[in-house]
């Protein structure tokens, strides 16, 4: 279960008068759980509450949970593994230039769906993964649109929840 409710207001980028649009945010989350999904047994249900699984933020800085964000580049988010309370919760770091499926503006930025797709395989357990072109690999790699989940990864999510 997904739980938007968190959103703070979203950084704004310099070239653009308003900020990365909620609704752009929710369609790039759900597609990234989406993937996981079409690989397993999982289903994953929008919820409006504290009490979801999987809390997805946006933080910058110190935000409290003892790994601060670094501003632009480097650390791009992190995620809990699957447990109580911020188990299974995402955080973004909100000074990063976040870009949606049809930002084709051409400015730098990262991909939210990589990112988040890479997060929430660890909101699910998942451990990075030593194999070059796996979504869990530990360095970004901008994925294609009509993206599937390389093998290492759906081998790994099925080990888990089938
Ligand atoms: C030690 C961790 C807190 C690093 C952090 C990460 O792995 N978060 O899950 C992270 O942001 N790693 C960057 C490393 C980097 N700056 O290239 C990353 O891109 N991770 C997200 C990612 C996205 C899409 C694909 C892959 N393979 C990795
Ligand atoms: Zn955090
Ligand atoms: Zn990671």
Do not use: C
């Amino acid at each position: 279960q997904l739980d938007f409710t968190k959103f703070p207001a979203f950084p704004l980028r310099t070239e653009q008068p308003s900020g990365l649009d909620t609704a752009g945010v929710r369609f790039e989350l759900s597609k990234a759980l989406d993937l996981w999904a079409r690989n397993s047994k999982l289903t994953f249900q929008e919820v409006n509450s504290d009490r979801a699984d999987i809390l997805v933020y946006f933080h910058r800085g110190y935000h409290g949970d003892g790994y601060p964000f670094d501003g632009k580049g480097q650390i791009l988010a992190h995620a809990f593994f699957p447990g109580r309370d911020r188990g299974g919760d995402v955080h973004f770091d909100e000074e990063e230039v976040w870009l949606l499926q049809d930002d084709n503006t051409n400015e730098e930025g990262t991909s939210l769906f990589a990112v988040a797709a890479h997060e929430f395989g660890h909101s699910l357990g998942l451990a990075h993964s030593s194999v070059s072109g796996a979504l869990m690999y530990p360095w970004y790699q901008g994925l294609s649109s009509n993206y599937e989940l390389p093998d290492d990864d759906r081998l790994g999510i099925q080990q888990m929840y089938g």
